[in-house]
């Protein structure tokens, strides 16, 4: 097995050395969108290192949010910016003028590349971690998967915050541009066949992630993000439902994941726990009702944050 | 394990990439690029000490916390890139113009 595990770091000092060097040539290369493509495949990239290091759940996020979403928001508002700067040309000037404060800051750091190498390389070990507490309270937290413990019982707060951050951001999107789809008149034939095929696939897909959550990896982030993407999906190939988020059900919707935090932080005080405080008998039944509300919540804002970047395909704003 | 010391190695090259991008790219795509390198470079550190941390199964609590730091990642490149088309809406192109420009 010496040899496995030669190669296994071989890989893994690839992998590393590839995630630098594809970094630097998103930053310097000319082409906005070959630099949009290229940030795609780190993410990629980004999701294999995940699953090197042992953390599969943080695989399935990147590789739908970091890597599929970001990359479809990147598209999309590269488009609508070359349509706005009315440039056919996709090349960018990327003079970089090494001026006397840019060489100061490149000083500064190349010092603090240094200081973070060093400390990287020197921080202990042999460290404690959470684990044992985790371990020791996991039969109480209603779910046997140790992230989806943390996510929805012991750092629900966490969660409840960032379902808030991405309410701020869909608001703070909505109020500069308008969030609306627009169907467009042509579309490719293969489009509409694969999104016909894979749309009902996404969704079961989802659903699925969302439950085996409770018990391997998944969960409510990930399951929303392949909800989104099934979203996207339906807004590229031209689906023909109205929707400009300016109806009840919409708003309904945006807001239900944070609603339902609210909601449920009020019960757990008001039965005399603390904030967020799931009594354990029903823990289960209260992160169900969370995730699942949370998964369209968060497919809601993560679609909608499509469109707004997406704005109108037909006219050039 | 000393395999996951590489990946934070790794994370602390991306992370200075990043700040390198955000402060010298003119262009603002760039910028808002650089900044997901700076969160991910920052990831990578997390969950290379939550794996050498332990022997046998990796520490949760910097999983979840990264899981986090994605989906907030994602949403602030959204509310970034709209700004950016508002900018360029309003000024015509993708980039900060400096005040002494000649």
């Not at chain 1, 840019?102 to 010092?111: D, E, F, H, N, R």
């Not at chain 1, 989104?228 to 023909?240: H, N, Q, T």
Request: some cysteine; charged content about 10%; proline content about 3%.
């Amino acid at each position: 097995m010496e040899s496995l595990k030669l190669l296994s770091n071989v890989f893994d000092a690839l992998l590393a050395t590839s995630l630098v060097l594809l970094a630097w040539r998103i930053l310097v290369h000319q082409d906005l969108f070959r630099t949009v493509v290229l940030f795609i495949a780190f993410g990629l990239l980004m999701a294999l290192a995940w699953v090197r290091l042992d953390a599969p759940d943080i695989a399935l996020a990147e590789a739908a949010i970091g890597a599929g979403l970001s990359g479809a928001l990147l598209l999309v508002a590269l488009a609508r910016l070359q349509r706005v700067t009315a440039s056919t040309e996709k090349r960018t000037e990327m003079t970089t003028r090494f001026t006397a404060p840019v060489v100061i800051y490149l000083i500064g750091l190349t010092a603090l590349l240094g200081l973070l190498l060093y400390v990287v390389a020197l921080l202990p070990t042999e460290g404690m971690g959470l684990n044992q507490a985790l371990a020791e309270n996991l039969d109480k937290s209603g779910v046997s998967h140790p992230v989806t413990a943390v996510l929805l019982n012991f750092r629900a707060y966490d969660t409840f915050l960032e379902l808030a951050v991405l309410l701020a951001a869909f608001l703070g999107a909505w109020s500069l541009t308008d969030i609306r789809h627009y169907p467009a008149e042509h579309i490719e034939p293969v489009l509409q066949v694969l999104s016909h095929t894979l749309f009902p696939i996404m969704l079961m897909v989802s659903v699925y992630l969302l439950w085996v959550g409770a018990t391997h990896p998944g969960g409510a982030f990930q399951a929303g993000s392949v909800l989104a993407a099934a979203m996207v999906l339906f807004f590229l190939s031209g689906g023909k439902l109205r929707l400009d988020f300016h109806g009840k059900l919409a708003r309904v919707l945006l807001i239900g994941g944070v609603t339902a935090f609210l909601i449920v932080s009020l019960v757990t005080m008001l039965i005399g726990n603390d904030l967020l405080q799931f009594p354990i008998l029903h823990a289960a039944g209260f992160i169900f009702f969370l995730e699942f509300i949370g998964m369209i919540s968060i497919a809601a804002v993560l679609s909608a944050l499509f469109l707004g970047c997406r704005g109108n395909v037909g006219r050039s704003s | 394990m000393s395999s996951a010391i590489l990946y934070a190695l790794a994370g602390a090259g991306v992370f200075v990439l990043g700040c390198y991008g955000m402060v010298v790219c003119q262009h603002l795509l760039r910028k808002i690029l650089a900044v997901n390198f700076m969160g991910s470079g920052v990831f990578l550190v997390l969950v290379a000490f939550a794996r050498q941390s332990q022997e046998g199964v990796p520490d949760a609590v910097p999983h979840a916390m990264v899981i986090t730091g994605i989906v907030v990642a994602v949403s602030a490149t959204a509310l970034a890139l709209v700004l950016m088309l508002k900018l360029a809406e309003e000024t015509g192109a993708a980039s900060l113009k400096d005040s002494d420009k000649q």
